[in-house]
């Protein structure tokens, strides 16, 4: 069974930084794509970053240049690096796994954690 969690989450001014991590069980993730993605007030869920079966990182552009996604035991653990956060980065934060390989730049997960709260005051 798939287990996704996520963790790291808080509170920070504008221009802080956060590091959220997830871990990834009950499979071996290494041929999957695995993404961040978030959800603000009123607002859709978003896929901000990923890494493809190939180990490319792919990142949207509201993030590009900020935010960094890394693995750090093979693709069952993840982390996202987050700089120069902004009042719009305040979202709910959620980490997946999905079983394609490639383009894997949407929200057509099979597997997604609880999420973990990540919010900026001005």
């Known amino acids: 069974q798939v287990h996704v969690a996520e963790s790291g989450g808080g509170s920070v001014q504008t221009g802080g930084s956060l590091r959220l991590s997830c871990l990834a069980s009950?499979?071996?993730?290494?041929?999957?794509?695995m993404g961040w993605f978030r959800q603000g007030p009123g607002k859709e869920r978003e896929w901000i970053a990923a890494?493809?079966?190939?180990?490319?990182?792919i990142y949207a552009d509201s993030v590009k240049g900020r935010f960094t996604i890394s693995q750090d035991n093979g693709k069952n653990s993840l982390s996202l690096r987050m700089n120069g956060l902004k009042p719009e980065d305040t979202a709910m934060y959620y980490c997946?796994?999905?079983?394609?390989?490639?383009?894997?730049?949407?929200?057509?997960?099979?597997?997604w954690g609880q999420g973990t709260q990540v919010t900026i005051s001005s």
């Open positions: 009950g499979h071996a993730f290494n041929s999957y794509c």
């Open positions: 890494i493809d079966s190939d180990d490319n990182f």
């Open positions: 997946a796994a999905d079983r394609r390989r490639f383009y894997c730049f949407n929200t057509d997960y099979d597997y």
